[in-house]
């Protein structure tokens, strides 16, 4: 069994810190542990009000109301849809103009007939013609 003595000749043994030094590490520590837990609830506040941003805008983007339109409401009355749906079709019939017809272009509209051309023709040696004559 160790006794005072031995534990005060070990030297591999830390010396005793003085009890101003302790109470002084364990304010310290106190302090430290105070200001990480007022930084954990300012995060907690911040991450509850993104939270809620999201949830807002998700609400905003496919909650019900984005989907209600004015003339909803009309869209199963037959039979006053089918009378304004003549009258557009009136209106439109007279407001139509005819329509110019397209220009369609032929091969004859290619490149101008004052253009330079040159004619280059190619001829195929005996074995070239050999080979382009094998059917694989």
Do not use: C, W, Y
């Amino acid at each position: 069994m160790k006794t005072a003595s031995d534990i005060h000749l070990n030297p591999s043994s830390p010396a005793p810190l003085p009890a101003a030094d302790l109470r002084r590490i364990l304010e310290e520590k106190d302090r430290l542990l105070a200001q990480q837990q007022a930084l954990n609830a300012e995060l907690r506040k911040h991450i509850l009000l993104l939270e809620e941003q999201l949830r807002l805008a998700r609400l905003r983007k496919f909650g019900a109301r984005s989907e209600k339109l004015p003339f909803q409401g009309e869209l199963f009355d037959e039979a006053e849809l089918e009378v304004s749906l003549e009258e557009v079709e009136k209106e439109l019939a007279e407001a139509e103009e005819p329509k110019k017809p397209r220009k369609r272009h032929t091969k004859a509209d290619g490149f101008d007939e004052n253009l330079p051309r040159i004619q280059v023709h190619l001829e195929l040696d005996a074995e070239e013609k050999a080979g382009a004559r094998k059917t694989f």
